[in-house]
């Protein structure tokens, strides 16, 4: 796109789960086909697209951290990138609140916002019908809620789909984490009497939800793993708030 | 006139003993390194004017948020009061108010501070009842030992014995003014006439009943509790800097000096920053003396190894801590049973302060003891186990951040000892060499788009 001198209305920053993980690429491909649907020119970085050094940052590896930024940063300001919109919390955390210092500055977007701002401009429509009855539950990510304060966005988007929403007892500000947050997901877990992630999904267990939106590949590999711990996936589903909008679209 | 003598060198000494720690303990803040946080006054002032003043994180957990003000409000306004009895204690006068304030005034005056003394006298015993009786999870754990849960005790047993010293010297006072002036005279107690009331105060009247009406047994209560009062105001007081009941003081500058930023954002090391630079920079001499004139910089370390390495405001933190536990009782990996505690990694860091700081004023500035915070306090099991998920920053009511504490412990770890658990070597080489975490091919990262 930028061989032709044209530039797209925004970059997709698809992350590292999303171009690899089996299961977070469905949610790459619901995301970019709703792009598709409303009309919006985006971009990949492809292959020039590199790790933007969250789990190294938070795990201390702060010299490895800058070297993924600074070489980021580098492809993302070649193409004179402006607005970056991204599937993955973390990597919208990073890319938003720590690049800047160090020379990267772009709007940053997480995908819930972006499609919000789609429905609100009407870019974007979804008969709900398909969820009617359905009672759905939403799973803050703590590196859009707690640590960006998006809380509304992704329950405005959920309100398209006709469903029921319900929320767990301890949502929003106060939403406990699924376990896979700084660097975790690489690693076994401490010795304790329990995973964070069964103990999250006992929540949504008692939310008597049928459906868990998630807005971060590694809250939705790390709830996954939970439902299937109480042998509860034939009852609960796990699936990204794109996903969910993608099938209302019947995309 | 000897009452008052004793008085003001009461005063006086409370006042040295009091400045003398506090000395210490900003010197001991001032162990760490330093940052500046002079930016965005005007944003400062209000989130301290919000969460220090209007309380507005502690009402997140209702019933002790709102025991909470009860004490706080308390304690700010009977200071009013307590400015009565230093200038009668100074002057040798009788509640110098009322020469001030006339009779009815006063009565509402003092009816007041009793409707205070009242509810702060409720909230303890109620605090008392909930510590001692409810066995509240978070007020249990490894940190909390002998020691922790005595101070918390001791604070609030003190506070109820003012607040039931308060009443009963004016109920015992109330009796006094209402017996014949007459009366009063013949016992030689001329200071406690000329001093008249309708009825009651408005709490303390509800013990006149079990007083006696012989006015020198009432004088001798009366000044027992008076005494009782403001000596215990001023033990309290030099006690408050060694416990965790300091919050008192630093909950405002602390949260006057809060992160302003996302609480997702961590810092970029400076440090590193500039050696990124140096090895990305192909005009770069690799093998270039340094500049004649360039000042030596001191050597800093990566990340924290003790609390000489972390900032003044982390120290801060540390001692602006109350030991609540709504950060532990908020962790994922507390609640899931694993060692981290963040109440402990304050209290360890204020303890090693603490330690360093009286090591360091015994045997000079540039003594070192031989420990550190890592490893005599903290251990990596406790630092691993963090998902950096900010839910005990967000607790916090005065907005300590264990995380930033946490972080720069793991950066130590990583880039200075390379101490990271095995997995998470594995995962920076992937990132090293793939640009991501796992071992896949940098050319396969488009695949999705023809899956």
Known sequence: MAAAGESPEVLFWVGCMGSFDDRAKKITKAFAKLLNRANVKFAVLGTEESCSGDPAKRSGNEFLFQMQAFANIQVLNAYEVKRIVTACPHCFNTLKNEYPELGGNYEVIHHTQFINTLFKEGRLTVEGGSFKGKRITFHDPCYLGRANDVYEAPREVLQKLDAELVEMKRCKQRGLCCGAGGAQMFKEAEKGDKEVNVERTEDVIESKADIVAAGCPFCNTMMTDGVKHFNKEDEISVKDIAELIAEAADL | ?451
């Open chain 2, 1 to 451: 006139m000897i009452s008052s003598i004793i008085f003001s060198v009461l005063i006086l000494t409370t006042a040295v003993i009091f400045i003398v720690r506090i000395r210490q303990i900003n010197a001991n803040i001032n162990l760490g390194r330093d940052i500046d946080l002079s930016d965005r006054p005007s944003e400062r002032w209000k989130t301290m004017a919000r969460v220090a003043l209007g309380q507005s994180k502690m009402v997140a957990r209702p019933f002790a948020g709102i025991m909470h003000i009860f004490i706080y409000v308390g304690f700010i306004l009977i200071n009013l009061e307590v400015l009565e009895i230093l200038i009668d204690g100074v002057f040798g006068t009788h509640r110098i108010f009322y020469q001030f304030l006339g009779s009815d005034t006063y009565h509402t005056f003092i009816g007041f501070f009793e409707l205070l003394a009242f509810l702060v006298l409720f909230a303890c015993v109620a605090f008392l009842v909930r510590r001692n009786v409810g066995r509240l999870k978070r007020f249990s754990g490894t940190e909390m030992t002998a020691w922790p849960k005595s101070d918390a005790n001791i604070i609030l047993i003190v506070e109820s014995l003012l607040m039931i010293a308060v009443l009963t010297m004016n109920a015992a006072d109330s009796v006094l003014f209402a017996l014949p002036d007459a009366t009063v005279m013949t016992a030689g107690l001329s200071h406690y006439t000329g001093i008249e009331f309708d009825g009651w105060f408005w709490f303390s009247g509800y013990l006149t009943g079990m007083l006696p009406n012989d006015p020198t047994t009432l004088f001798y209560i009366e000044r027992a509790c008076w005494w009782f009062h403001i000596v215990g105001i001023f033990g309290f007081l030099i006690y408050i800097p060694y416990s965790k009941h300091f919050h008192i003081f630093l909950a405002f500058p602390n949260t006057y000096y809060s992160k302003l930023e996302p609480a997702g954002e961590l810092t970029n090391l400076e440090s590193v920053k500039k050696e990124v630079e140096l090895m990305m920079d192909p005009n770069q001499d690799p093998f270039a003396a340094p500049a004649a004139d360039a000042i030596p910089a001191e050597p800093q370390r990566f990340g924290a190894k003790d609390v000489t390495d972390l900032s003044w405001k982390n120290l801060m933190d540390a001692y602006s801590c109350t030991e609540c536990g709504r950060c532990t009782s908020e962790c994922p990996a507390n609640q899931t049973g694993k060692l981290l505690s963040p109440r402990k990694i304050m209290m360890d860091t204020r303890d090693r302060a603490e330690e360093l700081g009286a090591h360091k004023r015994k045997n000079g500035a540039e003594a070192d003891d031989g420990k550190s915070l890592l490893g005599d306090y903290i251990t990596k099991e406790e630092l691993w186990a963090c998902t950096t998920c900010n839910a005990c920053t967000d607790a916090c009511p005065v907005n300590i951040n264990p995380l930033n504490i946490i972080v720069d412990l793991r950066r130590f770890l990583v880039m200075e000892e390379s101490a990271a658990p095995n997995e998470l070597n594995t995962m920076f080489t992937n990132i090293e060499n793939n640009g991501a975490p796992w071992q896949f091919a940098m050319a396969d990262r488009a695949n999705w788009r023809d899956e």
